[in-house]
Each structure stands twice: as C-alpha cells, then as structure tokens.
C-alpha cells in the first residue's frame, strides 16, 4: 500500500554526511598534528635548537589540513557562496558558531606559524617572497605558539561537542565525545606527522623527536579506546533508545566499519607492528604503513560515529 | 511574551485525510517532495469489521526550548516576540545543523530556496490577516484547534483543560506546542 501521506525522505534522520565526517577528521587531524609538534617541541630534552621534522610536518600539516577540511565543509552547504553570512553573524549559544569564532583566529595563526617553521624551506618550494614576513614574525613566535595551542584544544573538542550538543541522538548526546575525538584526532595528528616528516622532510625516523612521539602512540591509543568502551558502556547503562543504538556495533555496513576500519586497522595495525623486532619496526616502510593504519582508523571512526550516531533517535 | 500559540491534534476526530497537508503546501508554496505537514497514519488496529487507524500529526512542534533556534550559529533561526519559531531566510547559510538537532525531524532543507523550511503556523500570511492557520481552516472534521493557551477563554485553553492530551518526546525538555488528544481506541504498535 502506497502511503497517503507523501515522500517521507525528509525524516531520515541522517542529515549529515561523510562529507561532514572528512571535515571532522581533517579539523581533528590540524589540531591534534600542531598539538604534537607544539608539545614536543616544548616538552622534550634535546637541546638542539633547528627545526626538527615533525614540526615542520606538523606546520604543514595544520593548514593544510584545516582548509581542505573547510572547504569540504563550504561546499556541502546549500548555499556555499552565501558562506560569510556565518562570519559576521554569531549566535554564541551555537557550538558552530564558537567554532567558527575559534577558527576564525585558528587558521591564519597557523599559515603564520607554517611560514616561521618553514622559513628555511620556503626558497626553494620558490616561495622566497614570503621570507621577510616569516623574519618579521619570528619575534611573536612564543605567544603565537601558546595562543595557537590553545585554539586547537578548542578546534580538536568542539568537533566533538558540535555532534554532542544535539540531544536528539543518544550516541552523539554523550559527554565522553568531545574527549574521544580530541585523543583519536592526536593519534591522526602523530601518524600524518610521521608520514609528513618520513616522505617530505627526509627524517630518517631516528631523531629524538620521533622516538618521542612513538613512546605516546600507546598511551593515546589505550585512551582512544577507553573512550569508546565508555561510550558503549554509558549507552548500555542509560537503556531505552540509547541502548538500541548499541545495534550499531552488530548490524549493518557500519558495524563492519567499526570492527574493520577502528579496530582491525586503526587499533590493531599499530599495536601489532610494536610485537616485530625494532630493526624491522623501525624502517620506513613499516612506519608509514602504520602511520596510514593510523589515519585510515581516524577517519573510519568519524564515519561510524557521524553514520551511525545519526541512525538512532531517541 | 503575551501570546503563547499553540495547535490541539485530536486524533479521535482526524480521519488522515490530507486536506490540512495539501492547503499548506498551497498556502506556503511548500515544493514537492518535501512538506511542512504531514499525518501519519498507523493501522489497522483490532478485529475486522471494527477497525481503526491512528493518526499523527507531524510538523514544527513549536518547542518553547527550541533545539533548532540553540543550534543554529548565524540565529537565522528564531523564536519572534509572538513566541513562533521561525527563520530568517537571509541569515540561512544552509548549514544544516537545524535540521539535524530537530528531534521531531520536521525540519527540511527547501530544494527551491535552499533555506532550513517548516511550519510557522502561517504566521506571515494567515496569522498576520488574524486567519487561522491554513490546515485548521481546511480541516473537514475540525480535528485541529488553533489558538492562544494565555487568554483563558480561548477554545485551546479551554479544551487542553478539559481533554486528557500529550506531546511528543518531552523527555528531551523541548517544551513542544503540539497537543494531541489521544485516540480512545487503542491498539498495539510493537
């Protein structure tokens, strides 16, 4: 029997699409690279005062990765080109609108930051002409950084409250959200810091730097999947609608999604490689392999919790 | 605010005609494949020949606690000084965030406008010429009520004192100004 009532699309409660969950992957990914560089560099021994390869790659990787993040994001409005409506209007109960106001300050601390770090690289990707603005900022460095390591605390949670603050879907409307994507966007933020410095800075993965932050990888690992436990664990306790959303993690496409892409590749993958002999372990090959097991986690579990934290309304 | 609008559902009275349905999309311009309001019809309920339906209203709950207006970063959506939420069609940036937090999921994106869309109670048109809504005038059996809770001799008042009613999902405190009067048949939905 055909309804009487019309086209029911429109109450599909999935409204936000893998396009939003590459925003939030790239937005996770920019804050969590510049949290790593920034904390190295601050927090490690050596005394060795050049820029280290993770921290160019984590310059590199903070703009980039925000922008193509953003644009995603432009494009899958419906009115892309009436996007600067959303800069000079602010409704500050809105968590978009508070990321929009993090961000707004955000990016072109980071092109700034990307121009200090890579002042010596900047000549010969024929980019002298910004060398004097790169000099003329290098006094600023120091409250740049501390400024700019604030904003992507902000920029890593606010992707996690802006799903959180919808309390129509119970997996989204939980506490431990914002947590989870600021730990799993570290871990992306550690694996493309990896790959960048591997690939485009010529480390040789033996700095002090990179050791460094292989010593982190297991404890931000254990964290991220904590956080998860917690999350299905304050689904089961709160009952009712928001235990049928444990369904999730047994049926459909995005069960598989979370059980290969999270935890097959994006856990297992890189506990695993720390079983092989460190010869091994350490060459660049198994490196960026892991590094892109790492990353290819992040992103599937954005998907899972956009997709699947969307199927169930409570 | 002095007025507190709000529309009475009585699903005993409804017969899930679509009338209320087909004059807002004429009033509203609502394009197709997308509607402001629609009823849902679930059934039959019990042995045959005594069967029933019930019916349910979906539309703007007009929650009081809009999650939509908390949501939305540029404030094109809006509770007004008579209490409707509403949008600014030139603040929408299409963002969809509305659309998502909306836990009755009534609001839609128009495909002709690209702006968040829904019912406003014919508040720019109807309401303004002191009209009822669109759907309770064309309503056949008089199934919907229209008016204002805080002018105690209004017939909405009167009625939500007098008739056992409910609201949908106002565990999430969204303060819906949707009533429905309950149909007195029952009927197991599993």
Same mark, same amino acid.
């Given at each position: 029997?055909? #309804? ?12 936000? #699409? ?61 009115? /892309?080109?009436?996007?600067? !409506?959303? +800069?000079? $209007?602010? $409704? ?26 890579? =002042? ?16 003329? @900022? ?23 409250? +802006?799903?959180?603050?919808?309390? &129509?879907? /119970? ?10 994507? @600021?730990?799993?966007? !570290?871990? &992306? ?12 800075? #010529? *480390? ?26 917690? +999350? ?78 969307? *199927?169930?309304?409570? | 605010?002095?007025? =507190? ?51 349910? =209203? ?61 019912? $406003? ?5 109807? +309401? ?25 001799? *209004? ?9 056992? #009613? ?25």
């Amino acid at each position: 029997m055909n #309804n009487t009532w019309g086209d029911v699309a429109q109450y599909d409660p999935v409204t936000w #699409n893998w396009i939003i969950a590459i925003y939030l992957f790239m937005a996770g990914l920019s804050a969590g690279s510049l949290l790593i560089g920034l904390g190295l560099r601050w927090w490690s021994n050596t005394d060795d005062k050049s820029e280290s390869a993770i921290l160019k790659a984590a310059a590199l990787i903070a703009p980039v990765a925000i922008c193509i993040g953003l644009a995603c994001l432009v494009f899958d409005l419906t009115k /892309p080109f009436h996007f600067w !409506l959303i +800069l000079i $209007n602010y $409704n500050f109960e809105s968590v978009m609108a508070i990321g929009v106001a993090v961000l707004l300050f955000y990016i072109p601390l980071t092109f700034a930051y990307a121009l200090m770090v890579l =002042r010596d690289e900047l000549a010969q990707w024929k980019l002298g002409f910004l060398t004097p603005i790169a000099t003329m @900022l290098l006094p600023w460095r120091k409250p740049i950084e501390l400024v700019m390591f604030v904003l992507a605390l902000g920029v890593g949670a606010y992707t996690g409250f +802006l799903l959180s603050a919808m309390n &129509a879907y /119970p997996m989204l409307n939980t506490a431990v959200l914002p947590a989870l994507f @600021l730990v799993s966007g !570290l871990s &992306a933020g550690a694996a493309a810091n990896t790959l960048v410095a591997l690939l485009m800075f #010529n *480390s040789n993965g033996h700095e002090p730097h990179m050791k460094t932050m292989h010593g982190m990888e297991l404890p931000v690992v254990f964290a991220e999947m904590t956080f998860i436990f917690m +999350l299905f664990c304050a689904l089961y306790f709160k009952g009712g609608a928001a235990a049928m959303a444990l369904a999730s993690l047994t049926t459909g496409v995005w069960a598989v999604v979370f059980w290969v892409g999270v935890v097959a590749i994006g856990f297992g993958i890189p506990l695993l490689s720390m079983l092989m002999p460190a010869h091994s372990r350490h060459t660049k090959g198994a490196m960026v392999t892991v590094a892109c097991a790492s990353l290819a986690g992040v992103l599937a579990l954005r998907h899972f919790i956009i997709y699947a934290g969307q *199927s169930y309304i409570s | 605010m002095s007025q =507190r609008y709000v529309i009475v559902h009585d699903e005993n009275k409804c017969i899930g005609c679509q009338a209320c349905s087909v004059a807002c999309r004429s009033e509203n311009n609502v394009p197709d494949g997308v509607s402001r309001l629609q009823v849902h019809i679930q059934g039959p309920f019990g042995e045959a020949p005594n069967l029933h339906f019930k019916y349910h =209203r979906m539309s703007c709950q007009q929650c009081e606690n809009a999650p939509c207006v908390t949501v939305c970063p540029t404030g094109a959506a809006y509770i007004g000084d008579d209490g409707i939420v509403s949008i600014k069609p030139e603040k929408c940036v299409g963002c969809m965030y509305c659309v998502a937090a909306c836990p009755y999921k009534v609001r839609f994106m128009n495909p002709e406008t690209k702006v968040a869309d829904k019912c $406003n109670f014919c508040k720019d048109t109807r +309401l303004a010429r002191g009209e009822q809504p669109a759907c309770v005038d064309v309503c056949p059996t008089d199934a919907l009520v229209f008016g204002d809770t805080n002018d105690n001799n *209004s017939q909405v008042a009167k009625m939500l004192l007098q008739r056992a #009613n409910y609201q949908d999902s106002t565990h999430l405190g969204t303060k819906p100004r949707v009533y429905r009067i309950p149909t007195k048949k029952g009927g197991i939905v599993s």
